[in-house]
Nanobody
Framework: QVQLVESGGGSVQTGGSLRLSCAAS????????MGWFRQAPGKARERIAV????????YYADSVKGRFTISQDNAKNTVYLQMNSLKPEDTAMYYC?????????????????WGQGTQVTVSS
């Protein structure tokens, strides 16, 4: 059974940093994409960063480019999201997601497995 466990959310002030982690388990597929999405109240779930375990350039949404960095430890099946220069508009529930295969898709609907979410709150 595929399981994604997130950690690292919390509350920070504007300009602060947080690091999210997502540990995946319960599968043996060799190629996958792991990503981070976020959803604020009343808004659609937004794809913000995606990385492929076999290489290639990560994807970043324009809203986080230059501030957030996605990375992975393939030996641990873990993906990280380093978030710097946080802004109040980054406040949301952050979700880790997993998709098997070489193509990473472009939306939440393309990912079949999800973590439980971790709250990030940025105060001004």
């Amino acid at each position: 059974q595929v399981q994604l466990v997130e950690s690292g959310g919390g509350s920070v002030q504007t300009g602060g940093s947080l690091r999210l982690s997502c540990a995946a388990s319960g599968y043996s597929y060799s190629s996958n994409c792991m990503g981070w999405f976020r959803q604020a109240p009343g808004k659609a779930r937004e794809r913000i960063a995606v990385i492929r375990n076999v290489g290639g350039s990560p994807y970043y949404a324009d809203s986080v480019k230059g501030r957030f960095t996605i990375s992975q430890d393939n030996a641990k099946n873990t993906v990280y999201l380093q978030m710097n220069s946080l802004k109040p508009e980054d406040t949301a529930m952050y979700y880790c997601a997993l998709r098997f295969g070489l193509l990473c898709g472009t939306s939440a609907a393309d990912f079949g497995y999800w973590g439980q979410g971790t709250q990030v709150t940025v105060s001004s």
